[in-house]
């Protein structure tokens, strides 16, 4: 190592500071200029007094310079841990280089502050969860530098500047959306506080489905339906949504229904999952099935207070093989809870059952309340709800509207709870109850829920109405819901530049070849306005145009999309709706027509591919172009080259005719000659004649297609009806092999139960004849006596 890279320390110098600085040296003498510290080889600027040095061992090491002359060389102070040094040259180690203190105002302090706050909020932490001492160790292992405020900074300062920016975004994003749901619910918690939630539902600008709270707040007033009316145009005059014509989504409580009227929020849909919850605790009070859940309930709640039989029943599981699950306790407020226990204790039956027959288990009376019956009916309950909890699973999403799903969910249900000539008793009348509180809950609303179907990729064939009519009239529903939405219908702007007056021209040259001057034209009919100049374009070729045929009105173009649209593939259940519908309105859809051939012609130099491109965006209908023009332009040039035909781009509502033109000889050339239309004609007529033949192809087509699809149809109903039959033998199979193997665990219990019998009888007897003998015992010796 050189010279200038050996740091010196001055021997001369009496301060306890210079064991931690040095100079180089600079021909062959000490560089006094700056001083070189020894731990991070920093230069200090030295001018004859030590305050700098001491300040930089403070300020960067944490190394306080004692003034005595007495005390130890140095002492390390830290704020969070002492930092280890050196037994032999007193030396701070390199860890020590990392723990000088985080200035406040630093981005590494801010950054960690404002990270403690949204931890706070997001997971809903007290402020004294920064006083606790794991979470000063945790930030100490992961920022020794960063010491933690005190918790009236985030109370004060923290959580508030992140509810204003977190308020200005909602704010925004609110502003920018069409359309916004809310929904409203009351809750009461541990301290009996009673609140009031309401979270605002709507799809962003990238058709992703955004959830907010807009309020949690104690709600003090009676709960009735005025109360609650006002309380929701409060908060939709707060967040400025009232002019966005928010739905409104609550439970079936009847305050909810009439806030939703009295604050005018239309549509009110009902909380399906709630829905489902009140029908399945209706089914749950049929007297026989709330005895067995009584009965389940009373045995569950024995093995939850006895540690004994919990240790038991853990043994046998393992030596049957069966889950180490802990047995279930339902609530009284959700139905699924009770599915759960229902099939939580199916599941461990066996191992129930056994721990109740040991004789480690002084009491055995819970389980002699169980029947056959009992046991039997247990898994027919769990076959019929299971439905039920699947549903309220689905309904639980909150990546995807779940407004569609409601009819299909309908359907599905009514079809499972349809009466069946083999169930059971008990399950008929369950599912009498589930229909009695479940059918008519949505009648009001039928419409709106099918058309949600219908605009869901995944249910948009409606393949859960059995009417044909009745999917048909949906999408009519629909197609006029599309044309008051864009007003009355209208003529669409497609025509191209000059049609109307080129037709007008048209419409005036036949008449003139078919009646001469007899029949007067248009500018004759009105006295008073001065006749209509011509074009030179209008009296070149003006008779040659034919009429065009009307353009599409917006009920047309709406059916065009919609026929479209019921013949696409459906999208898989497993897809994301939102954003099949983002796809399909960010691409355009292309189709090509042929042209036909040219005919032969002198060479004028337009030997480009003769095809038309229509591309049409979003939210217009498949267009076809017309070619009677160019067809009538080609009789009238005769031996001239045919016009290329234009290129049709579509963007938004209106059409552009882009294409290129044949230099078209002066008056002077074709004026004077006489017009060879024949083979103009013919030709016309030809092309006429096959569109007419494409035409009926694609009916034909079209025709094909259809009772393909009626074939289909019956094919998967047939399939369906076998399939269900199939279903209900193997049903009725495994119920017989279910009621023949709770007979035989029945017979084994009752078995066991005489064994047991017998050895107690047993042994009472041999312990009435021990006593007998000890009291005969006691007899002789009293006698003896």
């Known amino acids: 190592m050189s010279d200038a890279e050996i740091i010196y320390s001055p021997l001369s110098f009496k301060s306890k500071v210079w064991k931690h600085y040095g100079f180089y040296k600079k021909d062959g003498r000490l560089d006094k200029t700056d001083a070189i510290c020894k731990m991070c080889r920093a230069s200090v600027k030295y001018t004859g007094s030590t305050t700098n040095l001491i300040s930089h061992l403070k300020r960067r090491h944490g ?86 405020p005190n918790r009236k900074l985030f109370s004060d300062k923290q959580i508030p500047a992140l509810y204003d920016k977190v308020r200005r975004e909602i704010e925004e994003s609110l502003h920018k ?13 541990c301290a009996t506080a009673s609140y009031v939630t309401v979270t605002a539902h709507y799809i962003d600008d990238g058709w992703v489905l955004k959830n907010h709270v807009l309020q949690t707040r104690v709600f003090n007033e009676a709960h009735t339906g005025n109360n609650l009316a006002i309380l929701l145009q409060d908060v939709c005059r707060e967040w400025k949504i009232e002019e966005k014509s928010p739905a409104l989504v609550t439970d079936n409580a009847r305050n909810m229904i009439l806030a939703g009227a009295g604050a005018k929020m239309d549509p009110h849909v009902r909380c399906i999952a709630h829905t ?168 009001y609303l039928e419409g709106t829920l099918h058309c949600a179907s219908a605009l869901d990729p995944r249910f948009k064939d409606l393949a859960f109405l059995d009417d044909s009519d009745a999917k048909d009239m949906v999408f009519m529903k629909i197609t006029t819901e599309v044309v008051q939405m864009n007003g009355e219908e209208e003529v669409s702007d497609t025509a191209m530049p000059n049609e109307d007056q080129a037709t007008g021209t048209l419409e005036e040259d036949q008449t003139a070849e078919t009646e001469g001057d007899k029949s007067p034209s248009k500018e004759d009919k009105t006295d008073d306005a ?51 519908w983002r796809l399909q309105l960010s691409g355009p859809h292309v189709m090509t027509y042929p042209n036909p051939a040219p005919k032969p012609a002198r060479h004028w130099g337009y030997d480009q591919p003769r095809a038309v491109v229509v591309t049409c965006g979003q939210g217009s209908a498949q267009r076809e172009a017309s070619w009677k023009w160019y067809g009538v332009m080609d009789a009238a040039l005769g031996s001239k080259p045919s016009i290329t035909p234009p290129v049709l781009i579509q963007s938004g509502d209106q059409d552009e005719a882009v294409g290129s033109s044949p230099s078209v000889p002066g008056p002077s050339n074709i004026g004077g000659t006489k017009r060879k239309r024949g083979s103009g004609e013919s030709e016309l007529l030809s092309y006429l004649r096959e569109l007419e033949e494409r035409e009926a192809k694609r ?32 049903e009725r199979r495994e119920r017989r092999e279910r009621e023949e193997e709770a007979r035989r665990r029945e017979e084994e219990f009752r078995v066991r139960m005489e064994m047991r019998d017998e050895e107690m009888r047993r042994e009472v007897a041999a312990r009435e004849e021990r006593l007998l003998n000890l009291m005969e015992v006691l007899t002789k010796s009293l006698i003896n006596k």
């Open 530 to 580: 001065p006749p209509k100049k011509k074009t030179a374009m209008d009296q070149m070729f003006g008779d040659f145009l034919s009429a065009r045929p009307p353009a599409k009105t917006i009920r047309e173009k709406a059916k065009d999309e919609i026929l479209k649209y019921r013949e696409r593939d459906t999208l898989g259940l497993d897809g994301d709706v939102l954003q099949w």
């Open 63 to 148: 190394v306080v310079v004692e003034a005595s002359a007495s005390a130890p060389a140095f002492s390390v102070s830290c704020s969070d841990s002492p930092v280890a040094t050196s037994s032999k040259s007193g030396e701070k180690s390199i860890e020590s280089f990392f723990h000088a203190p985080l200035a406040n105002n630093s981005a590494r302090c801010t950054a960690i502050t404002d990270a403690i706050a949204l931890f706070i909020c997001k997971d809903i932490q007290p402020y004294s969860v920064t006083e606790n001492e794991g979470f000063k160790h945790l930030l100490h292992v992961l920022e020794p530098r960063y010491k933690i």
């Open 699 to 730: 009916e034909e087509e079209a025709q094909l297609r259809e009772e393909r699809r009626e074939r289909e149809f019956e094919e998967r109903e047939r399939r369906k009806e076998e399939e269900r039959e199939r279903r209900i033998e193997e």
């Open 276 to 443: 489902l919850n009140l029908a399945s605790q209706k089914a749950f009070k049929v007297d026989t099935v709330s005895e067995l859940v009584v009965k389940v309930r009373k045995l569950v709640s024995f093995f939850h207070k006895s540690p004994k039989a919990t240790d038991v029943l853990r043994e046998i599981q393992t030596q049957l093989h069966l889950p180490n699950h802990k047995l279930i306790h339902d609530v009284s407020t959700r139905w699924n809870s009770t599915l759960d226990m229902l099939e939580r204790f199916w599941e461990q039956q066996p191992a129930v059952l056994n721990t109740l027959l040991s004789r480690k288990i002084k009491r055995r009376e819970a389980m002699a309340s169980l029947t056959e019956d009992d046991m039997t009916l247990i898994p027919e309950i769990i076959k019929l709800m299971s439905p039920l909890k699947v549903a309220t699973t689905l309904l639980s999403e909150e990546k995807n509207p779940t407004i569609s799903i409601i009819s299909p969910i309908q359907a599905k249900l009514q079809r499972q709870f349809q009466p069946d000539e083999s169930d059971l008793e008990v399950i008929s009348h369950m599912k009498d109850r589930f229909r009695q509180d479940f059918d008519g809950r949505y009648t």
């Open 177 to 189: 959306a069409h359309r916004v749901a809310v929904t409203v619910d009351g809750w009461t918690s």
